[in-house]
């Protein structure tokens, strides 16, 4: 009789740690799903990236053209000294250009995605 007791009786075990084991190794076989906010962050970061990168090339370009005038001045002094001074000051400008060039496209970008953005901001205001 002891034995039909013991298989009737019920247990509970609870694992906090182990549910959520449970829930991380779930959600990498899932779909991601992207909530609208995340989508709307992305949005935004993407509107920047491009701009980002052409300044950061268009400053490296021009500090290269930079240093390519220093070492004119410095090392050839003598023959080049004049074209180094305005290679440099030809870089300077490449390296000053840099900045206005980041906020064309970034406005550019952003006119593209205004639309959705709005679109997406509106669903979740409401």
Do not use: H
């Amino acid at each position: 009789m002891e034995q039909n007791n013991k298989a009737e009786r019920f247990q509970y075990s609870y694992s906090a740690k182990q549910q959520e084991e449970i829930k991380n190794i779930r959600s990498k076989y899932e779909e991601p799903k992207e909530d609208k906010m995340a989508y709307l962050r992305r949005l935004d970061e993407s509107a920047t990236k491009k701009g980002t990168l052409l300044s950061i090339v268009v400053g490296v370009i021009g500090t290269l053209i930079l240093g390519l005038g220093m070492c004119c001045v410095m090392v050839w002094q003598t023959t080049w000294f004049v074209p180094g001074i305005l290679i440099g000051l030809l870089g300077i400008v490449v390296v000053a250009i840099a900045y206005p060039v980041y906020l064309q496209v970034t406005k550019k970008e952003r006119e593209k995605i205004a639309p959705e953005v709005l679109r997406l901001t509106d669903e979740l205001l409401k």
